[in-house]
């Protein structure tokens, strides 16, 4: 009998010890559990965030490289606009051979077009006379009442003019002209020169270039009677002299 209590106890014991081996596994494994899913929030907080923090900086960027690519097409329609202001405003070739009196700016006009405005605007071909100097080509070389404000060249060319005039030209136009050349134009009266003060040097080598000198009843009086102009470069007659007359204002 005793045996038996004793060994009812002992299984008893075991049995017991069994079952709180078995609570203490399964309460720590829900704790380990628990320690995870802890651990895990932060976690999955913190990439959400950074989630939503590159998400904004790519809008943000992408923003701004919109931006970007608006203001250079902005600022390329501003230098085309200012591309063609500057060539409707600026000539490409100063063409102005003389160093007193009135000036006129003008422009060149393309090789191959040899003909001088008219009055009242259009074109007409030069009877003027020509000539070559080692590789320049002059030609066109006449007098006139005036020069274009377009290109430079002759206008009104005659061999006749009025002692009231006001100016008196001396025009011709230069294919392949060199920088460094000196222009310049002596005037005569009946034979003897009245009047060669003005000069022009060349600054830079043109393949078309008008130019011109004149006269004015201020640096020469116009006299009535027979007259003569000789265009020169670097001292050498270009040419014969161009003869015209002075006839009396009616």
Avoid: H, K
Avoid at 68 to 97: D, H, W
Avoid at 226 to 240: A, D, H, R
Wanted: aromatic content about 8%; hydrophobic content about 45%.
């Amino acid at each position: 009998m005793n045996q038996l209590i004793t060994r009812f106890f002992i299984c008893g014991t075991l049995l017991l010890v069994l079952i709180l081996a078995s609570a203490c596994s399964v309460l720590g494994g829900q704790n380990e559990i628990s320690t995870g899913v802890a651990q895990m929030t932060p976690v999955e907080a913190e990439s959400t965030a950074l989630i939503a923090t590159m998400e904004a900086q790519g809008t943000q960027v992408a923003q701004t490289a919109v931006a970007a690519e608006t203001y250079i097409v902005q600022m390329e329609g501003i230098n085309q606009q200012l591309l063609l202001t500057m060539r409707a405003v600026i000539p490409p070739t100063q063409q102005i051979v003389q160093t007193s009196g009135e000036v006129i700016e003008g422009m060149n006009e393309p090789i191959g077009v040899p003909s001088v405005g008219t009055p009242d605007g259009s074109s007409s071909m030069s009877l003027g006379g020509s000539a070559v100097i080692g590789g320049t080509q002059f030609v066109q070389i006449s007098t006139a009442r005036g020069v274009s404000e377009v290109d430079g060249c002759a206008l009104d060319t005659t061999t006749t003019f009025m002692s009231n005039e006001s100016f008196i030209y001396i025009t011709a136009r230069a294919y392949n002209i060199s920088a460094g050349a000196v222009m310049s134009a002596a005037w005569s009266y009946n034979g003897a020169v009245v009047y060669a003060l003005d000069s022009f040097t060349v600054e830079q080598n043109d393949d078309d270039f008008c130019l011109w000198f004149y006269i004015d009843p201020a640096s020469v009086p116009f006299s009535v009677g027979q007259w003569s102009v000789q265009l020169l470069m670097n001292g050498t007659p270009v040419g014969q002299p161009v003869n015209f007359v002075i006839e009396e204002a009616m």
